[in-house]
């Protein structure tokens, strides 16, 4: 008789009800009172504008200038955007970057410490900032804005030279990529022409043709010298200068001895699932490959020549995700079919400025909408940046703002370079800080207990995002990864990279797509993912949220004395929703512990890093709904859960709502079971826009994931199945997998 299995239970979102919440905080006591911001600022804004005086005309297109102002850090907060003020001085912001301040004062005589604060870039003619200058000494606490002047800890004129990152010396040109403060829209035209002006005046030949927007910034190439880079930084609204980064290597790692190659054979039979829609995005596959099977090659528009190396890494990588780690010599049927896009030529390695044309062949491929999952196992040799998006993050991130489909991105395979302070070398690559995608780094053994592969390039991410990669999944080390040699059909060699670990956890998650059908969204397998894996002692910046299993049970079946449930729903700006956590109604006995992880998919600003995301979740936890600590208490005590601390304690993340603007949050805590009385978690959905608030956002689409264990309850499932059945459903298999997948 075959064992019972008890697999996911499905429809949590029936166990969520609207709730009326008050937000609560008292008035806010500024640092600085009228007279004394009045004071601090005028010197500064008449050295301003000084300097903005001395600039030369072509830098001011228009004759318009950006500026900076950072705010205050009790002021980071999205309420506190000092727009009126701005608007009354004929301003308006273009962008902003999170910085470190130690402020002059701070309120309620508290010591000055440093903290983590928002520099915006405010752009407008000259002439605002010159009367502005020479209006604030005679202004009144009355005057239109004056009340936001106390947010305002520092203005000044944005330095040339902090615009730009370092660049190697010498005499030759350097391949450079530009950054402007400048959208795709017809009012911001004016600066492009300028910044093209200003090149000829410089001597420099300009590419206007070749741009790329993302959000409100443009990307441009150029080709100049160290010392006219200098020059060229001088531009008002430019917003970074930094050194073309090429593409990743795509080429294997090979470390010390590998075994040799061995037998290796193919199923025969087609795929199990043909509804499930799956690309990969890389070198391409070989019409005389014998992956053809499974496999439809695509030559994305635009592609030139195929290079020998890169196809071989295509099709190395499309057999990771097709079988797994091939490690026994025989592979298991694959899941799906897979659509791979050849997105690299022959000019990806060698042509410095391809990293473009690469995008632009992503970007085709995501806007035909067309795929549930997508692989990308690379992307710019650049380690993530905390003050900038770049194009190919903001790029993938846009595609998945509706929640509709998911990318798993290569952590990259820089883990074990000289570590260098400056460059970072050793963080995830870029667009590894995609906070819509699931970023995957390499574990070192099939069994996960040897943690992250020495290669595999490590946390933290940019804030949000912060915790990079997501997970780590077997990608070849101390064991090797065992792929289809396309040099010799019917071989399997071994291989190594996050360029394995990323398709292999994907894999797993179109296996859980693939046995229950479409009731599981693409975000709800993401959810899925992060919820599954263990930890395993070792540190958040190694290996993320944790190690993924390898086995497929481990994902979709609750063992004794274990509930799962899935949540899938929308919420709309400014909503609270209360989400009941299931638990039998008679008494549980001993230790309880439970488990939730949220994923949620937004819009993103990427001309605003430190706000990033334009959608965020504030998660209280209410244990037992009879304790209330105060009388008049509307709404029962709540704990901790989805604590601040529990995210990287780094200079990375240093703003205390760091954490309401993740959009992934993993927690495990244990309780006794006599504490918990229907416990509930309630989620409010807080949305900025350009680092302000916004009530008129669009509804996000979010994903729970909710474990209860309580190890002395071996029936857990069973009497949560009873108590629920008019409202929770155990997912049944539509596919049978014969053979559990092994990443």
């Known amino acids: 008789m075959a064992q019972k299995r008890n697999y996911l239970l499905g429809y949590g979102e029936r166990l969520t009800t609207d709730v009326k919440i008050s937000a609560g905080g008292g008035e806010k006591v500024p640092p600085y009172s009228f007279a004394e911001a009045r004071s601090r600022l005028t010197p500064m804004l008449k050295k301003m504008t000084e300097e903005l005086v001395a600039l030369p ?60 604060t928002t520099e915006f870039f405010i752009a407008g003619p000259r002439s605002s900032f010159f009367r502005f200058a020479e209006a604030l000494p005679n202004w009144t606490p009355l005057e239109y804005g004056a009340n936001q002047l106390p947010a305002i800890e520092t203005v000044s004129i944005f330095e040339s030279e902090q615009r730009i990152r370092p660049l190697r010396q010498g005499e030759g040109e350097i391949p450079l990529e530009i950054v402007l403060h400048a959208g795709e829209n017809l009012h911001d035209r004016f600066i492009l022409a300028g910044f093209q002006d200003y090149l000829e005046e410089l001597g420099i030949a300009s590419d206007m043709n070749r741009m790329f927007f993302a959000g409100k910034l443009c ?36 470390r010390g001895r590998l075994p040799r190659p061995r037998a290796f054979k193919f199923p025969v039979e087609g795929p199990l699932d043909q509804s499930v829609r799956v690309a990969v995005l890389d070198g391409g596959v ?13 030559e994305a528009p635009g592609v030139g020549e195929p290079d020998l190396d890169l196809l071989w890494h295509g099709e190395t990588v499309t057999s990771a995700l097709l079988f797994g780690s091939v490690s026994n010599g025989q592979a298991s ?45 690379l992307g710019p040799t650049l380690p993530v940046d905390d003050e900038e998006v770049h194009a190919w993050t903001a790029v993938l991130d846009e595609h998945l703002a509706d929640g509709r489909c998911l990318i798993s991105i290569a952590a990259g395979n820089t883990g074990d370079q000289p570590d260098d302070p400056l460059l970072q070398t050793r963080r995830v690559q870029v667009p590894s800080d995609c906070v819509n995608a699931l970023t995957v780094g390499a574990s070192n053994s099939l069994s996960g207990t040897d943690g992250r592969a020495p290669y595999s390039s490590k946390g933290p991410g940019r804030s949000p995002g912060i915790v990079k990669p997501d997970l780590i999944a077997f990608g070849g080390g101390k064991d090797p990864f065992w792929v289809s040699d396309p040099d010799t059909d019917g071989q399997a060699i071994a291989t190594a990279g996050t360029s394995y670990a990323a398709p292999a956890a994907m894999r797993a998650g179109v296996a859980a797509r693939t046995q229950f059908g479409s009731v599981l969204t693409p975000l709800a397998i993401k959810a899925l993912l992060v919820h599954s894996t263990v930890n395993g002692g070792y540190s958040q910046e190694d ?44 008494e549980l006995t001993g230790k309880v512990y439970i488990t939730a992880t949220f994923c949620y998919a937004t819009q993103v600003d990427p001309e605003h890093p430190g706000n990033y995301t334009k959608s965020g979740l504030s998660v209280v936890f209410r244990p037992d709904k009879a304790k209330f600590s105060r009388d008049e208490a509307v709404h029962a005590d709540s704990a901790a859960f989805f604590q601040p601390a529990k995210l990287y304690n780094t200079e990375q ?9 993740e959009t992934c949050l993993h927690r495990r805590v244990g309780k006794l079971a006599k504490s918990l009385n229907e416990p509930v978690l309630d989620i409010h959905y807080n949305a900025r826009s350009e680092g302000r608030g916004d009530s008129s956002a669009e509804k996000i689409r979010y994903a729970l994931i909710v474990t209860v264990e309580a190890p002395k309850v071996k029936d857990l499932y069973d009497r949560v199945v009873r108590e629920y059945r008019t409202q929770l459903q155990p997912l049944t298999p539509v596919i049978d997998i014969p053979i559990q997948p092994t990443l």
């Open 219 to 254: 990307f441009l190439r150029l080709l100049t010298t160290e010392l006219l880079a200098h020059e060229v930084a001088k531009y008002s609204f430019l917003r970074v200068l930094r050194e073309m980064p090429g593409l990743r290597t795509t080429r294997p790692l090979l």
């Open 543 to 586: 290996v993320g949220w944790g190690i993924l299993p390898n086995n497929l049970d481990e994902l979709v079946v609750c063992p004794d004395g274990c509930v799962r449930v899935v949540y899938q729903d929308e919420i709309t700006a400014s909503q609270y929703r209360r989400i009941r956590i299931p638990l039998p109604p008679n």
């Open 286 to 298: 070989p019409e005389s490959s014998p992956l053809i099977g499974w496999v439809n090659p695509v």
């Open 333 to 377: 049927r694959p899941l799906c079919r897979v659509d791979h896009h050849r997105i690299l030529d022959k000019k990806s390695e060698t042509d410095p400025f391809e990293l473009y044309e690469v995008l632009e062949r992503v970007k085709s491929v995501l806007n035909q909408g067309n795929y549930e999952f997508i692989n990308i196992s």
């Open 57 to 116: 005309e072509k830098t001011c297109p228009n004759d318009q200038a950006v500026a900076s102002l950072t705010l205050h850090p009790e002021y980071y907060a999205k309420s506190y955007f000092p727009g009126t003020l701005l608007q009354h001085a004929g301003l308006r912001a273009v962008g902003s970057r999170a910085v470190k301040v130690t402020p002059q004062k701070r309120s309620r005589d508290r010591n000055p410490e440093e903290s983590v």
């Open 653 to 661: 993340n240093l703003r205390t709502d760091a954490h309401k603007w």
